[in-house]
C-alpha cells in the first residue's frame, strides 16, 4: 500500500530544474568543472554543489545564466522547462529535388528472365506507428 501511495505522488515528467539538476550532479564528478561553470556564471562553487545534492535552490537569473552554459538553451520561469534558444526557421538542404524517372525507361535497364531464382510475393506485415517521444524537461520535443 506504501509504495501505491508514493508512485502516484511523483512527478510523471521532471522540470528544467531536474534536467539541469541531473547534469550538475554528472559534471560534479570531473575535477574542477564546477569551479569552471561558477565563475562561469559568477556564483561560488559550493552553491552549485549543494543545487546538485538538491539542498538548495539557485535564482531565476543563475537557472538562465546555467542553461545557457550547459545547453545553449533558455530557462523558462513560467512553465520552469527548458527551451531551445534556436529561433531560425528550418531551411532545406537542397533548392529543388531531381526529376523523377521511371526505371524501366532507363539505358541500363535489362529485364530479369522469369524463372524459379525469382522470390514469390512476401506478405506484408503491418508495423505499428512508434510514438513520437520528447526530450523530459523541454518544451516542444525534440526540434
Known amino acids: 500500500m506504501q509504495a501505491l501511495l508514493t508512485t502516484t505522488t511523483r512527478r510523471l515528467k521532471p522540470f528544467g530544474t531536474d534536467v539541469l539538476r541531473q547534469t550538475v550532479k554528472a ?4 575535477p574542477h568543472a564546477l569551479s569552471l561553470i561558477a565563475r562561469e556564471i559568477d556564483v561560488g562553487a559550493s552553491m552549485l ?5 538538491g539542498r538548495g535552490n539557485l535564482s531565476v537569473e543563475v537557472l538562465k545564466a546555467l542553461t545557457k552554459v550547459l545547453y545553449d538553451a533558455e530557462f523558462d520561469p513560467e512553465s520552469g522547462m527548458l527551451r531551445s534558444a534556436n529561433k531560425a526557421e ?13 526505371p524501366k525507361l532507363s539505358p541500363g535497364y535489362r529485364p530479369m528472365p522469369p524463372g524459379p531464382h525469382l522470390p514469390g510475393p512476401q506478405p506484408v506485415v503491418p508495423e ?3 510514438p513520437k517521444r520528447g526530450r523530459p524537461g523541454w518544451i516542444g520535443g525534440f526540434w
Open 27 to 30: 559534471r560534479n564528478r570531473s
Open 128 to 130: 505499428k506507428p512508434q
Open 49 to 53: 554543489e549543494d543545487f546538485a545534492a
Open 90 to 102: 528550418p531551411a532545406m538542404l537542397c533548392v529543388a529535388h531531381p526529376k523523377q524517372r521511371h
